[in-house]
């Protein structure tokens, strides 16, 4: 061994290398060099061997490796409660279905067991990392440490009762000791997650947006997702949910605006001036009949785009693939142009944009030197994906999370050969079994 040559943790060598940053950049025949958990080197094949020495290798022939994704919205544990109530209203669905089961089962094991169900998933997808708003926060994180997933934690605020918290400041006190406990775990982070306008008041968003300054915190907030919504807050309070938090001063590039689906001319400028994001769940949002964002005029105006899967109950699915694809096709039906998004930009959002959003655009979202080896292999080796042009138009229009093969979350392998590394799939199913016959015996 030359001394010019560097040991390194993992060489990655793939067929195609989609860095995401810089943009539009497709990479043919290259390798990623990992060491420590992060990203040193991103080369041609052909320069590997007069520089790193690697101590694992994994050669990717027909396959392209892009960012780990980030789901920029999900509420993790309910896993446990797909399927449960399907093909109604938000509303209904919420006060007759969802909130009286949650009343009646959630608890810190409930949180525990759908998160890790919600993680393997998620992981055999090629999800990385996931935004969570969700009771019992410590669990969550607990089972998201448990399955070597990275995660933001959302500290959650409701101004009523639950089987969590007391009131408002029980939520946030409750949080706060969570974010205090997990603090030194690299694999996570926090948000402060006040749930909706319609469900939290003014006196509980001032003291969010006090702890969100000055603990330098995202804030994680459903916003303008259906047009009840906005008819009850005009009736209510005289005026929108958009404009209500914007009195109360929330509008910021701490934001991220979840769903936002009916917004006016003025409110996407609103998002756009301030830096804000938003969390875009196309499949959620039309399960739900909730409406179509208006991406392609949030795109235009600059505004940052992440995207979400939305819970599992409301999805049904954790599949940000699925979203990829459906965000780009509904997004030129709703812009009235093919061009509208393309399909790198999609890849952006589905990476970068979450975690720019989440603030951990330094360590995430991208394939850059220094940033952490967050990492998905895609398989391009098959029937259903013959002949591949252009693997960045197969990533979102072609391939499934079925074809995801292998998943690396700070260097470490997750999926290796689409099986999961860390977790039994057969333990989870049965446990998911036990919950199920708890819910519906």
């Known amino acids: 061994m030359t001394e010019n040559v560097r040991p390194v943790d993992l060489l990655i060598e793939a067929r195609w290398i989609v860095p995401v940053d810089p943009p539009d950049v497709v990479l043919e025949n290259h390798a990623v060099a990992v060491d420590g958990g992060r990203i040193i080197d991103l080369l041609p094949q052909s320069e590997v061997a007069g520089r790193f020495l690697p101590r694992n290798r994994k050669r990717l022939d027909q396959h392209v490796l892009i ?10 544990a309910m896993t446990l409660l797909r399927g449960l109530a399907d093909d109604l209203p938000l509303m209904e669905w919420l006060q007759r279905h969802v909130w009286p089961t ?101 006196r509980s968003f001032a003291r969010v947006l006090t ?7 995202p804030i994680h907030l459903h916003l303008h997702e259906t047009v ?23 509008l910021s590039p701490a934001l991220i605006a979840v769903h936002a689906v009916h917004l006016d001319a003025h409110e996407i400028e609103l998002l756009a001036q301030h830096g804000c994001s938003v969390a875009h769940c196309p499949s959620s949002n039309l399960k739900l009949a909730s409406g179509i964002a208006p991406i392609t005029a949030l795109s235009a105006r600059g505004v940052n785009i992440g995207l979400g899967t939305d819970g599992a109950a409301s999805n049904n699915r954790l599949d940000l693939l699925q979203e990829m694809r459906l965000a780009a096709l509904l997004a030129k039906e709703n812009g009235g142009r ?27 979202g991208s394939i850059v ?38 998943v690396w979350v700070g260097g470490l392998i997750r999926v290796e050969n689409r099986q999961l590394v860390e977790n039994n799939a057969t333990g989870l199913i049965k446990l998911a079994l036990l919950w199920q016959n708890k819910i519906r015996p």
């Open 338 to 364: 093919a061009d509208a998004i393309n399909a790198h930009r999609v890849l952006q959002m589905a990476t970068l944009g979450g975690a720019r959003a989440l603030g951990l655009d330094a360590h995430i």
């Open 211 to 217: 702890l969100a300054e000055q603990l330098e915190l």
């Open 228 to 250: 009840q919504e906005i008819g009850d807050s005009l009736q209510r309070f005289g005026m929108r949910p958009m404009e209500r938090i914007r009195r109360l001063g929330l």
């Open 67 to 76: 960012p780990g994704l980030v789901n920029l919205h999900t509420h993790a």
């Open 102 to 202: 949650e009343a009646q089962h959630v608890s810190p094991q409930f949180v525990h067991d759908g998160t890790l169900l919600a993680c393997a998933e998620m992981l055999r997808g090629g999800i990385t990392c996931f935004n969570d708003m969700y009771f019992f926060p410590q669990a969550a994180a607990e089972a998201a440490l448990a399955s070597g997933m990275r995660a933001a934690i959302g500290l959650i605020t409701v101004d009523f009762p639950s089987n969590y918290a007391a009131d408002a400041e029980d939520y946030l006190a409750k949080g706060l000791a969570v974010r205090d406990q997990f603090l030194g775990q690299s694999l996570l982070s926090f948000c402060l997650a006040p749930h909706a306008p319609y469900t939290v008041g003014e």
């Open 369 to 406: 030197p220094g940033k952490c080896a967050d990492l998905c292999a895609i398989d391009l080796n098959d029937i259903a994906l013959a002949p591949c042009y252009d693997p960045v138009s197969h990533l979102t229009y072609s391939v499934g999370r079925e074809h995801v093969s292998d």
